[in-house]
């Protein structure tokens, strides 16, 4: 039971008060290059989703069982190309196996690799001490805080495109300001998840 | 000759300012800049980061087949990050802990592995110092503006030091994230403004044209315009 809600209280955490995106500044590129249409955002986001949980599957153990506490300076090194790897695997696999997913996300995987949400979460899980189970959630729900962070700006953009914008704000500016109002609404659930 | 490695090293401090011109490494730019002596460990980071791997790069050339260069260009980035973060660890613990995962995730900061595939691997080893050094600088400059923004606004101190805070209320939203977004995006229009002014380009979109992963994202963007809403 009190497993249970260490798990829940995990997932909201990252989902909500830590997010991603709008509270760790990881992902920020995809987060405003990509979210032009929330069709590519959701497909974006399921993408990084995928990647996050099965680099923490694989990072874990390899630093739990094999860097530490010898090796631990080589975490970064590490894990940069183990998440490289494993990038390209889920490429293979998914371009031989599963057709239909590879047609969907396989244009956004490589781009993965150098995104630094996910080689930010397999790292903070380490750094929060969690342990195996609590990692894989926790790389769950920042994948789904990147997706819900996405959908709605997506939304938000194609407001503020529609939008009569002063000159100066125009372009890059405006969309950062939006993503600033964004961000302050997510500053109402401090406290949630505890 | 020497015009031309002058211009290597002023090319990155503003005309293509990594920050507010190219728009790259915005993770760390938005992340760490609470305080501006933040933004100066930072910078000073990802700038001997920087100058070490272009000259790795430089040399390496023309060994790096082509097919497996991104991956060759993460791997040495990857060991002179290592190297920085041990020596952080080691001689500045509280810049360290100001930076957190944010020092290792230099790894990934676009700005390097962008003159890495654009400058180091197509010049040779002193126009890459250069190059490095000036975008360093530019990166280093504008986080510590930044960092100060922040800093006065939200704290009322700068590098510590009272300034404003004993009669103006600090507001705490400038060093929470949505301050972050505010004033990085007040930056951008106000380099926009500048740069208008001298009839220079304006920054409308994130720096697609200058970013490390452009030829892969091809396919995404021209996805982007294409598709019609469902």
Known sequence: ?194 | MKGQNIKYFTNGLIKENPVLRLVLGTCPTLAVTTAAINGIGMGVSATIVLVCSNIVISLLRNVIPDKVRIPAFITVIAGFVSVVQMLVKAFLPSIDVALGIYLPLIVVNCIILARAEMFASKNSVLPSILDGLGMGIGFTAVLTLMGAIREICGAGTLFGLTVTAEFIDPMIVFLLPPGGFFVFGVLVAASNAIAKKNGKEIVEHLGCENCPSRSMCKSVSADEEVTVDE
């Open chain 1, 1 to 194: 039971m009190n497993n249970t809600t260490t798990i829940v209280s995990i997932l909201l955490a990252a989902i909500l008060t830590d997010n991603m995106v709008l509270s760790k500044f990881l992902g920020i590129c995809p987060f405003l290059g990509v979210s032009k249409k929330p069709g590519t955002a959701f497909s974006m986001s399921i993408a990084v989703t995928l990647v996050m949980v099965v680099s923490t599957a694989v990072t874990y153990p390899i630093y739990t069982y094999l860097l530490y506490p010898k090796f631990a300076y080589l975490q970064t090194i590490v894990f940069i190309l183990v998440i490289a790897a494993i990038v390209q695997l889920i490429e293979i696999v998914l371009k031989r196996f599963i057709k239909p997913v590879y047609n969907a996300l396989g244009i956004y995987l490589p781009l993965i690799t150098t995104n630094c949400a996910v080689l930010g979460v397999t790292m903070l899980n380490i750094t929060d001490g969690l342990s195996f189970v609590q990692s894989l959630f926790n790389a769950l729900g920042a994948g789904l805080g990147f997706m819900l962070a996405m959908l709605l700006f997506a939304g938000v953009r194609s407001k503020v495109e529609a939008a009569d914008v002063p000159e100066f704000l125009k372009g890059l500016p405006i969309t950062l300001i939006a993503a600033a109002i964004v961000s302050l609404s997510f500053l109402g659930f401090a406290g949630i998840g505890g």
